[in-house]
């Protein structure tokens, strides 16, 4: 049975940082791109950050130089360092593994408010 378990959203102020985790079981890990989406109320699920199996990198623009992506095959865990936090990256943030099938986490909220 396949697991992805988020964790790590919070309430911060604009301009502070949050580390996501997402928590990976059932999957030989390292052979899938991990990615994180996000979705805000009435808008479509979009991507934030996706890693493949061999660590490269993908960001939007609206992310580019604040948000990092990194993995750590070892502990079968990914993670997404966000830094200079806007109210507009208040969202449900999902983690995602592909490799030719998508599985998702639960979700975790992030809300950006002073």
């Known amino acids: 049975q396949v697991q992805l378990v988020e964790s790590g959203g919070d309430l911060v102020q604009p301009g502070g940082s949050l580390r996501l985790s997402c928590a990976a079981s059932?999957?030989?890990?390292?052979?899938?791109?991990m990615a994180w989406y996000r979705q805000a109320p009435g808008n479509e699920r979009e991507l934030v950050a996706r890693i493949t199996s061999g660590g490269a990198t993908t960001y939007p623009d609206s992310v580019k130089g604040r948000f990092t992506i990194s993995r750590d095959n070892a502990k079968n865990t990914v993670y997404l360092q966000m830094n200079v936090l806007k109210p507009e990256d208040t969202a449900v943030y999902y983690c995602n593994a592909n490799r030719l099938v998508d599985y998702w986490g639960q979700g975790t909220q992030v809300t950006v408010s002073s």
């Open positions: 059932g999957i030989i890990f390292s052979r899938y791109a």
